[in-house]
């Protein structure tokens, strides 16, 4: 027997008798502005909101606060005057000079300012993490309370690779110090985006 | 009502007068109290250390001494929370499960049957309250740190009730005083320090007294105390709660 | 427990002979265990969601057969490549040929204590291939050549000036530098110039999705990421009983998991590894080593629902005071303790009884996994399956006899005082392991018994 069969049939042997799967949780906390929790939770963890309510907007802020950046890349068509053209489709590790990315996120979550983004948004998946710097690009309107509602708008889609992004890549591995920018970006700006 | 007084053998042989101070305790409450006085020890620190298989002998003389009684009351929520888990007999498994049903440690007894709202007693001292752990988090005595639940607890309960007495607040007021059983011994190191650490949380924030519900971690606390030529002093909580000060 | 040369009373007594040093070790983890206090109670529902989390987990044990099943065929689907290992040997030989066939002789690992248990690490040097494990926490403790003394903070047991001293002869930094800010940025230099240049990528894997196929690893560093989508070969390695059974169901083991371990709302990133990216080869090995035969434990089973987030150790105030190492095992502290002797019960005895019972793991626990319970079982199996230490059994078993006598109890008793020397606190084969440096409590001049008899003639 190989161990594929072994290890299946010892588990039908040992697992216990049926249960069942609970109810969902009701009622998970809810906040009454979730935009405002989410900037407060952003903060806390190492990251900056920008509220804005057009991309002219984002281009400006990009041009004052990233002037001395050399290698801004974006997978949004919308940021083309201030973004690198042609960028895409390299070799991965071509991207480890990358100053800043700049991507959209489908939604993000107020209790823990997570962002979901998915394999098309990033370009290639290694962009959000080798970049020095991350900024993303959030609807106000896409930002939800908590993580039930989250997986409620991830469903079923299918995806290659997804993934959450709550604040800047940390550590505290060094006697409990928190350390911005362990191995992936160093900070996170959040544009929250009211087109109205 | 008549209750069946258990008294864990090293409170017996070393801490009679909280033994006493429980059953004049009772008796002031109005409750009929009698000692069995063929008692020996509940078997816990036997199956703590692994050994529960060795405990019947012990387990048949419990039923024995307490099967009469209408409830089963002891200073010590440790041994309680041992027979109420682990109490049982091949023969008479019905007197057993009776037996786990009505035992109860003394401050959960006042405050759950006798429904406990006032006391005489007078105890003007600073009193530090140490959670023992199997009463904590065992019996339900008190509310525990680490759960999102609302704070409650039985023995601080009845010590407000005793005048003047003042409560010292802990930095962490429910953490293990480190006796455990032969844990005290096998793990002699981190046994003391634990012992140090909870003793000076209490001496820093003031505490004249170290008060618990279970006699076990006293002594472990006492025997700490006395080696540093300490000044503060461990008394069992039935000793305070009886306590006439004038 | 005589287990050799390295129990875990005789190693937490080496930690504590610099008590300054388990003191700042007990508070670095108790501000954790704080952090995580903090995190509970922004939650109303934590109780809950930990009530949740426990039943979807139940649910997985009792149907883990066909979860398996599902999830491997989703995967293959999927374009990952499934394989099963029963034992250590046989993953670590998984991953080996794999990197065979592929020419590759370094790789990249991100944090995975199914390796640490599975010892993958020694197994591949041995073979000539160089593993850089690329957690800062674990690089650190590779560097050292020690183990990581916690599941999720491995270098815990370190300061700082140590690692300042570590990477002065590793990487470089000055003599003297310990700034964690400083040495951090070191290692994300050093650490960049691996990612950029390993072909393989290794990661652990959190959660597995019957459902879906996919499997999710959570980093705050980045460093799974930064190793898997870079490297031309992603192998993840998983207990088989991390699977759960819908995409859903991570909604509320993603709530509960950060802010167990840390304190912090959620990882900073938790990826979702449903397909290999193009040209990419991705491998998934399920391992059982001893897992099936903890399932079949009805008394133990249920420490499969560990999601290694370390509340338990962060809380226990035995492992805040003897250390990571001091375990002997891949997993220390609590759910270690219950865990450790389903693999070896002779080599582990000890571990279960390296704890007061105080029952703080259990309630912090995310998945409630009963642990203070479990290691109270573990030591009626140990000393029943003959590992107890002979001497501790002999004085056992007077103890009974002495105790369901009362005519012999009495007497000892009197004749001075029988629980003197024969209480808990006196049995054992340590000489006077109370008195070293606790005093003795006074004897009264007449036991509670004998005042009864003479006040209480009823």
């Known amino acids: 027997m190989n161990s594929r069969a072994e290890i299946l049939s010892r588990i039908k042997e040992n697992q216990p008798e049926l249960t069942s799967l609970p109810a969902e949780l009701t009622a998970p906390l809810q906040y009454a502005d979730p935009v405002a929790m989410f900037s407060t939770v952003l903060g806390n963890i190492g990251g900056t909101t920008v509220p804005v309510s057009s991309y002219e907007e984002i281009q400006d802020h990009i041009k004052t606060h990233f002037a001395d950046q050399k290698r801004i890349v974006s997978t949004l068509p919308e940021l083309s005057q201030v973004t690198e053209a042609g960028w895409e489709g390299q070799d991965p590790h071509s991207y480890e000079d990358i100053d800043i990315a700049v991507i959209r996120a489908h939604f993000g979550v107020a209790e823990n300012a997570a962002l979901w983004v998915t394999e098309e948004l990033m370009q290639q998946r290694v962009i959000p993490f080798i970049c020095q710097q991350l900024a993303v690009v959030v609807q106000r309107k896409d930002i939800y309370s908590n993580m039930h509602e989250a997986y409620g708008q991830v469903a079923d889609s299918v995806y290659g690779f997804g993934t959450f992004i709550a604040g800047p890549s940390k550590t505290a591995d060094i006697e409990q110090s928190l350390v911005l920018g362990a191995h992936g970006p160093k900070n996170m700006t959040v544009f929250i985006m009211d087109l109205n | ?246 | 427990m005589n287990t050799g040369t390295k129990d875990h009373a005789g190693l937490a007594d080496i930690f504590n002979e610099d008590e300054a040093r388990v003191d700042w070790h007990d508070e670095t983890l108790w501000f954790v265990r704080a952090k995580r206090d903090k995190a509970a109670h922004t939650l109303p529902e934590w109780e809950a969601l930990r009530e949740n989390a426990s039943k979807i987990k139940d649910n997985v044990l009792s149907n883990l057969h066909d979860y398996l099943l599902q999830f491997e065929a989703k995967a293959q689907q999927n374009g990952i490549t499934v394989h099963w290992a029963a034992d250590a040997e046989e993953h670590n030989q998984i991953v080996h040929s794999i990197l065979k066939a592929q020419g590759v002789s370094r790789i990249v690992k991100s944090k995975s204590m199914l390796t640490e248990e599975c010892h993958l690490n020694e197994h591949l040097q041995k073979s000539g291939i160089e593993v850089i494990d690329t957690d800062l926490g674990e690089r650190i403790v590779q560097l050292a050549e020690e183990p990581p003394s916690h599941i999720v903070l491995p270098c815990i047991h370190k300061k700082k000036e140590e690692i300042g001293e570590l990477f002065h002869e590793h990487l470089g930094t000055p003599k003297g530098e310990s700034d964690p800010q400083f040495l951090t940025a070191a290692a994300r230099v050093h650490l960049r110039e691996k990612f950029l240049t390993r072909k393989a990528a290794i990661t652990g894997v959190n959660f597995a999705i019957a459902e879906t196929g996919e499997f999710v690893v959570c980093t705050n560093e980045g460093n799974a990421d930064m190793g898997a989508h870079l490297a031309d070969v992603h192998i993840a390695c998983m207990g088989i009983e991390k699977i759960i059974p819908k995409r859903k169901h991570l909604s509320v083991f993603l709530r509960l998991l950060a802010r167990s371990a840390t304190g912090q709302p959620i990882t900073t990133y938790s990826s979702h590894f449903n397909k290999p990216r193009a040209g990419q080869e991705m491998h998934l090995i399920l391992v059982d080593n001893g897992r099936t035969r903890q399932l079949g434990r009805a008394d133990f089973r249920n420490s499969l629902k560990c999601i290694r987030c370390g509340a338990c150790m962060n809380t226990c105030p035995v492992y805040r005071r003897s250390g990571g190492h001091s375990y002997h095992t891949a997993i220390a502290g609590p759910i270690g303790s219950i865990l450790a002797p389903n693999l070896d019960m002779k080599e582990y005895a000890d571990l279960p009884f390296a704890s007061t019972l105080c029952g703080s793991c259990t309630n912090v626990c995310p998945v409630k996994i009963n642990i203070h319970e479990q290691l109270y079982k573990w030591r009626q199996v140990i000393v029943k399956e003959g590992y107890a230490d002979t001497k501790k059994a002999l004085a056992m078993k007077a103890m009974d006899f002495t105790l369901s006598s009362p005519f012999l109890y009495k007497t000892a008793g009197k004749a001075g005082r029988w629980v003197i020397k024969n209480a808990p606190f006196m049995v054992n084969n340590k000489l006077n392991a109370w008195y070293k440096q606790r005093d003795m409590p006074e004897p009264p001049k007449q036991s509670f018994s004998e005042w009864y008899k003479k006040n209480n003639n009823e």
């Open chain 2, 1 to 246: 009502m008549h209750v069946g007084l258990f008294i864990p053998c090293y409170i017996d042989q070393f801490y009679p007068n909280a033994a006493i101070a429980t059953l004049k305790l009772l008796q002031k409450l109005g409750v009929k109290v009698s000692y069995p006085i063929h008692q020996t020890c509940c078997g816990q620190p036997m199956a703590n250390s692994g050994f529960e298989h060795l405990t019947t002998g012990c387990n048949d003389l419990f039923i024995k001494n307490f099967a009469e009684f209408d409830y089963i009351v002891s200073p010590s929520g440790s041994c309680v929370l041992h027979v109420k888990e682990h109490l049982h007999s091949q023969e008479e498994e019905e007197k057993a499960v009776n037996v786990r049903k009505k035992v109860y440690e003394l401050t959960e007894f006042l405050t759950d049957v006798l429904k406990v709202d006032k006391l005489s007693a007078r105890f003007p001292h600073k009193v530090g309250v140490h959670q023992s752990c199997h009463g904590q988090r065992g019996l339900k005595m008190s509310q525990m740190t680490e759960l999102v639940a609302a704070p409650f607890s039985k023995p601080m309960q009845l010590l407000q009730m005793v005048q003047d007495l003042e409560l010292v607040e802990l930095s962490r007021p429910d953490e293990c005083c480190g006796f455990g059983g032969t844990f005290c011994v096998a793990e002699e190191a981190i046994s003391v320090k634990m012992g140090k650490d909870r003793v000076a949380d209490h001496v820093n924030h003031g505490a004249q007294y170290i008060t618990a519900a279970d006699m076990s971690c006293l002594m472990h606390m006492e025997g700490i105390l006395r080696r540093q030529n300490s000044q503060v002093k461990v008394l069992h909580i039935a000793e305070i709660l009886n306590a006439e000060e004038v």
